[in-house]
């Protein structure tokens, strides 16, 4: 049990370069199968520390078997753990589906890719969240590359801005480290505060640093620009992890340093909730002029993630409450919508949202299931985006910030409008078409055990809330004691 | 086309190699106890590679030195290096931890793990370079092929 | 001092990713902007008259070593980098017969 921190992390990376290996041999067609037990083996080993961790334990790790200022350390605790259950279950999720239509060199990337979430998140040592950062980012970047051509200037630009983000979040490593000396997050915990009364304008600075490239990392307002690409240029599995998981790392980056770590006396709430509004606005507006299916999901993840820094920018418990459970029910939703677009994608050919209009060969459970998640991300209300949409508004309101708290309605209903267009050409088609040769679809069943999965976790956790809450109860409490 | 060097450099490549390829190890190996270390002499096995594949041509360098050779040694290095690290868990340490003896300082065979992991990263960075510039010299010869 | 270079060198690095036209001459920024950092970090562990951190016997005044070992790290990232944006611009180059920053934005596609 003391070590499953580590065999969490480097389980996968073990089997990615194990599968690399496999894939130069006969038994090329294996190395899905692979990846997906050792993903299974690795959330497995994730949710058998559930327990601990939400009974209010932390679990502690040194490599190595150095101790803290020395060694590298891992830590498992509610905000963490709460990541990592996200990812894994996406992870696991997108193996299953790209089963059939990938291979090879393909499952190895996607692995270090899971390797690197689960150390951005366990990490206590700034300098390797860095570190995995970049590993997780690298692998990224091969990812977004599909067989459309367009594809590789997706990737491409996604890796300057991306390399960008990371240098500025090294420079700003790099100066914490010459103020305080240490790269551990808890040393720095006690040294920042006695830095601060003494060097204000370096700390400012550093803090300018993370908040640009966390900005460019998560897709806040001005930074955007790769998102949308990369999002809708990936292929489907890679949009789901993109969009579910990797877009919460800069959140979770966010939060760690800022809401645990620099406790300073300058106070970000101001400038995160206009920051998050921004972002929801511009995010919102642009989604409605959208005509690729893919993109206008990638736009509605910018308002999304607008929305979960809004309430992390009330500076509430409740608030936080609410943000944290968006950020795991934006996963949720998110995943079943792009897994159905790509659904749809693959069985009509056609991107455009206004082609999608009289064709009858789209099997009824994508039209189903972009159906539910649309209303889950709109907010109706036996759907889990309807909680996290409630609590946020609620803290809003609480905080006396009533204009906030009517433009999250307002962009509600901006959300139904672009949602419910696509909604409307997709069945509309249903009845006028019935009388059309229906092609044999031609997706196999375990795709739909994805989809399934998460429509059905959107629907618990809409339904008991509690459940949810009680998962993130923990992540809370290490911000609001 | 292909451009056919000079005797002179064909030459020199040639003798230079193997003094590189000891060199290459001479780091790996004194990496704990001197500057130097699994990457840098990886560095150096792997642009030694790259001097003679410049100097002999694609053809005979590639037919030596295969590309799935190359990669069978790169994920070969990984995974000894993290199977290590297991073995310090299956041994009651932690990941990573020692379980060798640690040596006299300034010894070659000392600080524990230390030259064992260097010479695995060492086997893997010099595979990786020559993996990456055989794929960036094929894109070129594929291009000229068109 | 170094501290100087190393900001310089991380400008014209920036510059050279932001301002250029040529995706080779981006990437060649991003590499300057990643000296610059390494420089930066080096800079903080050095200090004249010291000597390489090797516990022999007599040597006492060490440099601290972190920032070498870290930057090591980067520098292999930085390497992977590059491998990676230069592979892709190859690709790039050989869809659309063109180096120009505008492909980047889309243009040119079907």
């Keep these: ?481 | 086309m292909r451009r056919q060097e000079t005797k002179i450099v064909r030459n020199v490549a040639r003798k230079l190699f193997p003094v590189l390829v000891l060199f290459a190890f001479y780091l790996i190996i004194y990496g704990h106890i001197s500057p130097g270390g699994g990457f840098q002499g990886g560095v150096v096995l792997g642009s030694s590679l790259i001097l003679l594949y410049l100097s002999e041509g694609p053809e005979r360098v590639e037919k030596k030195f295969k590309n799935s050779q190359l990669a069978i040694l790169e994920a070969i290095g990984v995974l000894t290096f993290v199977g290590i690290g297991f073995l310090g868990i299956i041994l009651g340490k932690h990941f990573l931890g020692n379980f060798l003896p640690i040596g006299r300082v300034g010894m070659v065979p000392s600080a524990g793990l230390v030259l064992l992991l260097n010479l695995f990263i060492g086997t893997k960075v010099g595979a990786g370079i020559s993996l990456i510039f055989y794929a960036l010299m094929k894109f070129d010869r594929r291009a000229q092929g068109e | 001092m170094s501290d100087k270079i190393a900001l310089t060198l991380f400008l014209i690095g920036l510059y050279g990713l932001i301002a250029k036209k040529n995706l080779i001459k981006k990437v060649m920024g991003l590499n300057i902007l990643t000296s610059g950092i390494v420089l930066f970090f080096i800079s903080l562990g050095y200090e004249k008259g010291l000597t390489a951190p090797i516990m022999e016997k007599g040597i006492t005044d060490v440099v601290d070593p972190l920032p070498q070992a870290l930057m090591l790290t980067t520098i292999v990232i930085g390497v992977c980098i590059t491998a990676l944006a230069l592979s892709l611009i190859v690709r790039i180059y050989r869809r659309y017969s063109s180096l120009d920053v505008k492909i980047l934005t889309g243009e040119g596609d079907e």
């Design chain 1, 1 to 481: 049990m003391s070590n499953f921190p580590i065999l969490i992390v480097a389980l996968p990376l073990c089997f990615a370069f194990f599968i690399s290996l496999l894939s130069l041999t006969k038994l090329n067609r294996f190395c899905g199968h692979l990846a997906l037990l050792s993903v299974g083996v690795s959330f497995v080993l994730t949710l058998c520390l559930g327990p601990r961790i939400l009974a209010g334990e932390k679990i502690a790790y040194s490599l190595g078997n150095w101790p803290a200022p020395l060694g590298i350390n891992l830590l498992v605790d509610g905000l963490s753990y709460l990541l990592s259950l996200i990812f894994g279950l996406l992870v696991l999720l997108s193996v299953i589906y790209s089963l059939e239509d990938h291979k090879g060199k393909y499952f190895s990337l996607v692995l270090i890719l899971y390797a690197g979430m689960n150390g951005v998140v366990f990490t206590r040592d700034l300098f390797n969240l860095y570190v995995f950062w970049e590993i997780l980012s690298i692998s990224a970047y091969i990812l977004v590359v599909s067989p459309q051509p367009a594809s590789l200037r997706a990737s491409l630009l996604y890796l300057f801005l991306g390399s960008l983000a990371t240098a500025l979040f090294l420079l700003g490593v790099g100066i914490i480290y010459a103020l305080a000396g240490t790269f551990d997050m808890d040393a720095l915990a006690r040294e920042i505060p006695v830095i601060w009364r003494t060097q204000p304008l370096a700390i400012l600075l550093v803090g300018a640093l993370f908040l640009v490239s966390l900005g460019i990392k998560s897709g806040l307002f001005p930074m955007y620009v790769w998102v949308p690409e990369a999002h809708s240029l990936a292929p489907t599995p890679i949009s789901v992890l993109l969009s579910g998981a990797v877009l919460k790392i800069g959140i979770y980056i966010f939060i760690r340093l800022f809401l645990t770590l620099f406790r300073t006396e300058v106070s970000l709430e101001g400038l995160i909730l206009y920051w998050g509004l921004i972002s929801m606005v511009f995010g919102g507006c642009l989604a409605l002029v959208q005509e690729d299916l893919k993109r206008m999901l990638a736009y509605s993840s910018i308002n999304q993630v607008g929305l979960i820094l809004i309430g992390i920018g009330l500076g509430t418990k409740l608030g936080m409450e609410g943000s944290l459970y968006h950020l795991f029910n934006h996963a949720l939703i998110k995943g079943s919508l792009f897994f159905s677009a790509g659904m749809i994608i693959e069985s009509t050919g056609k991107r455009r949202i206004r082609e999608l209009k009289g064709n009858g060969i789209v099997p009824f459970f994508p039209r189903f299931s972009f159906l539910m998640g649309a209303l889950a991300i709109i907010g109706v209300p036996p759907l889990n985006g309807f909680i996290s949409k409630w609590l946020i508004c609620r803290a809003a309101v609480e905080r006396g910030n009533l204009i906030v708290a009517a433009l999250i309605l307002i962009f509600g209903i901006v959300a139904a409008v672009y949602y419910l267009k696509v909604v409307q050409n997709l069945f509309s088609v249903a009845k006028m078409c019935q009388t059309e040769k229906r092609q044999s679809s031609s997706i196999p069943w375990i795709k739909y055990t994805c989809l399934g999965t998460l429509l059905g976790g959107s629907l618990v956790f809409g339904l008991l809330p509690s459940q949810g809450l009680y998962l993130i109860r923990e992540a809370v409490a290490l911000i609001f004691p």
